[in-house]
């Protein structure tokens, strides 16, 4: 099933379309549209210049990319970050650095990547009494490591 996702780039910006890096990935890559330096335990909203038009009953992930993660300690600081349908401004990514060094974002840098995901909107239902389950209340930690 293919999703017909709409885009609009600010060609001012020089902004490369979106693109899937090899035939079996899952997320478009997503490049900044501008500089930016990120000094160790700070973030910055970086701008990617492009702007969407997501089907109704779809949304956008933004997703951390792992090479920023595993060799310069970036990442996305509301991962994943969700574009809703309804949403037409600029997408823009919140890279916190946790690595220790500043880390400097070049135009045209992969810092992200998207995934569209279909979704339900739920229809709450409100009730005095939830049925049991074996994992009850238990939460944070509570169904162990092993």
């Known amino acids: 099933m293919v999703t017909i996702i ?3 780039r600010d060609a001012s910006r020089g902004v490369p379309f979106p693109s899937y890096a090899t035939p079996g990935a899952a997320g478009l890559d997503l490049r900044a549209s ?10 910055s909203m970086v701008g990617t210049g492009i702007y969407l038009e997501i089907p109704p009953g779809c949304e956008g992930q933004v997703r951390p990319r792992s090479g920023l993660a595993a060799k310069h300690g970036v990442t996305i600081l509301n991962s994943p ?10 997408v823009r990514v919140i890279l916190i650095n946790h690595g220790k060094e500043a880390f400097r974002v070049e135009p045209g840098d992969r810092i992200a990547q998207i ?28 169904t162990g490591v092993k």
Do not use: W
Request: zero cysteines; a negative charge; aromatic letters at 8%.
């Open 81 to 90: 970050g969700t574009i809703d349908s309804d949403y037409r401004g600029e």
């Open 115 to 142: 995934v569209f995901a279909h979704r339900e909107q739920a229809e709450l239902m409100e009730t005095d009494d939830l049925s049991d389950s074996s994992r009850a209340s238990g939460g944070f930690g509570s």
């Open 6 to 8: 709409k885009i609009k």
């Open 34 to 43: 501008e500089h930016a330096e990120i000094e160790p335990g700070e973030y």
